[in-house]
């Protein structure tokens, strides 16, 4: 198990366990974190998982796995950043134990 944190729109954090080899979208959904909603359940298909890695983790979080995510962050409701990734594409790992994401104000 690592430790993530969801940190919502208005600053509330929230910090779970979530299995190694789980997404940070299903460890939300699993623990009633509101603000992931992952609507197409981890499809790759619909960017309701949007999340902002927190500054002090997007080395080891990295970008967006692929180009099918950074293309689908492209139609994310809630501005991209840099750090946008879409929690069903970011995989927890040893290392990312203590990951901080923040969710957007709005998925939709």
Known sequence: MAKVTYVDHTGAATQVDVAVGENVMRGALY?????????????????????YVDPEWTVEAGGPSSEAE?????????????SSRLSCQLVVTDALDGLVVHMPEHQF
């Open 70 to 82: 950074a293309e689908l962050l492209e139609s994310a409701a809630a501005e991209v950043r840099p």
């Open 31 to 51: 623990n009633g974190i509101e603000g992931i909603i992952g609507e197409c359940g981890g499809g790759l298909s619909c960017a309701t998982c949007h999340c």
